[in-house]
């Protein structure tokens, strides 16, 4: 079969919604189909039937194999692309031993507390590359259930982590792929192992947990079950994968230092790729193992981003809501034409975007949303331009943050819902004072699975001459210096801002 008959398969199971793309070894994407699903939070406890997980798979996988005009066989290999955190507890005849628990279920805390005390925190964060421990992590859900389910625990074989229960069930096979447990908090990064004092510490023994396998490994073919299930051929190969983050980083490119990718979605979310671990007790950036062999990378974020804006959008914009509808538009281009009038610095108006709390580098959870400087002559339009240079300030603060680390950037490029605002892209260029790129293809993380999946079958040979041929820039923005001189000094007073009132914030 030649190479140009062959295509791969991304999957990017997200916390709501799968995707699944085939591309071909050139990059052209030849079908896409996205499913649904809905994750029901009950106070502090956020479970599932990993079914819930799997359906929209081979759903989406189904419809897209409906509309492909080739033949499975054609299809070389499929990757994955998921979030993290997460842990699926699984028997030894390897169905589930419980539910699913999310990586948002908070029961753990008390858990987080007790691993901390008995570690200590910067040990913890120089072995793991976490230093914001909380309930999060693997490894405290793990003594949760050591703790408060012990029959559960016992019935535990092996716990997967998300991506390696959509491998499971693509091949059959049970891995533990690295990206994934590299924030587990029981992985030793440096030595990409399991750290026995973290484990002892988490109530875990390495029995427990697959073989660490590293991303692009090819760990066998679609299982019988699943071909079944998805019209997959048992001929096409299934090779581990990586968190979406690293995913998304990958299918924008950002496989070597000097770029940092940025999605604007829910949160706020940067990546930068490092040769080698970086870990800085003062300002607890994260580190992660990237997708790329041997890489790294720190991976700042913050908890409200692009949320601010549906924030407002859904509780003060009734009427653009109605005349989206009318004129078959969405609402928030709508918003931004709006900001579009406003001159740079929005008059002066500050808005501090931490509505729920601030993550790096403040570690603010008490922090709260404000505007400040408020006129007669201000309304939505400017309202909504302060909301976009706030979360521009944002993100500037990191990459100032990290410059400090020693961690430069040449560009910045955008992903996420935020990436379609033009406005709001030469905001990010004028603040950040960097080149702002776009990506052709706004799936990042899905492209960056089926990257992963060429480069695993041989399709490509390494990850350079792979993104060479798969991904593109469609525009690149520079800063404008007379805007860039502007938000100078409002940045100046954003970070003063926050310095003034960060301490009003407590209870």
């Not at 793991?128 to 859900?141: N, R, V, Y």
């Not at 019935?155 to 792929?177: C, H, I, N, Q, W």
């Not at 041989?458 to 938000?487: C, K, N, Q, W």
Request: aromatic share 8%; hydrophobic share 40%.
């Amino acid at each position: 079969m030649k190479t140009d008959d062959r295509y791969v398969l991304g999957l990017d199971m997200g916390t709501s919604t799968v995707k699944a793309a085939l591309f071909a070894p050139d990059g052209a994407r030849v079908g896409l189909q996205a499913e649904e699903y809905l994750l029901t939070p009950d106070s502090q406890i956020v479970e599932a039937d990993p079914e819930m997980y799997w359906s929209p798979v081979v759903r989406a996988t189904r419809r897209l194999l409906e509309e492909f005009k080739g033949r499975p066989e054609q299809i070389a290999a499929v990757s994955t692309s998921t979030f993290g955190e997460s842990i699926f507890p699984m028997a030894a005849d390897k169905t589930p031993a419980r539910p699913s628990i999310s990586w948002l279920d908070n029961r753990s805390s008390e858990e987080a507390r007790a691993i901390t005390e008995r570690v200590g925190a910067q040990e913890i964060q120089s072995t793991s590359g976490q230093a914001d421990i909380g309930p999060i992590w693997p490894a405290t859900k793990f003594l949760w259930m050591a703790r408060h389910e012990p029959e559960a625990f016992r019935r535990t074989a092996k716990f997967l982590l998300p991506d390696d229960y959509l491998l499971f069930r693509l091949s059959g096979e049970m891995v533990a792929e690295q990206t994934m447990w590299g924030s587990s908090l029981v992985m030793d990064i440096h030595r990409r192992a399991w750290s026995e004092r973290l484990l002892e510490a988490a109530g875990m023994e390495a029995g427990k947990l697959p073989a660490l396998t590293p991303t692009g490994t090819v760990i066998g073919n679609v299982c019988r079950e699943c071909s079944d299930a998805t019209g997959l051929s048992t001929e096409t190969k299934v090779v581990a994968g990586a968190m979406d983050q690293m995913c998304s980083a990958v299918g924008a490119g950002n496989i070597s230092p000097g770029i940092i990718t940025e999605s604007t979605g829910t949160v706020v979310a940067l990546l930068t790729t490092t040769h080698t671990p970086v870990i800085d007790f003062a300002t607890k950036v994260p580190c992660h193992i990237h997708a790329i062999p041997g890489e790294y990378c720190l991976l700042p974020w913050s908890p409200t981003g692009g949320l601010v804006l549906k924030w407002f959008k859904d509780r003060f914009c009734e009427e653009e809501k109605k005349r989206a509808v009318k004129e078959g538009v969405d609402v928030y281009d709508i918003l931004c034409q709006g900001a579009a009038e406003v001159p740079a610095g929005c008059d002066g108006l500050l808005m501090l975007p931490h509505m729920e709390g601030a993550g790096f580098p403040e570690y603010a959870p008490t922090a709260r949303g404000v505007f400040f400087g408020l006129t007669l002559r201000h309304g939505k339009p400017e309202l909504v331009r302060a909301i976009l240079e706030s979360i521009a300030y944002l993100i500037r603060s990191d990459v100032e943050t990290l410059a400090v680390l020693g961690v430069h950037a040449d560009e910045i490029r955008v992903l996420g819902g935020g990436a379609k605002s033009a406005l709001w892209n030469q905001i990010k260029a004028d603040v950040i004072n960097l080149p702002v790129a776009i990506p052709a293809n706004r799936e990042a993380a899905v492209l960056g699975a089926a990257i992963i999946a060429a480069v695993g079958v041989g399709l490509h040979d390494d990850f350079p001459s792979a993104v060479g041929a798969m991904t593109r820039i469609e525009t690149r923005l520079t800063p404008d210096p007379a805007h860039s001189a502007v938000y100078a000094e409002q940045y100046r007073r954003y970070r003063a801002l926050f310095d003034r009132v960060k301490d009003l914030y407590q209870p």
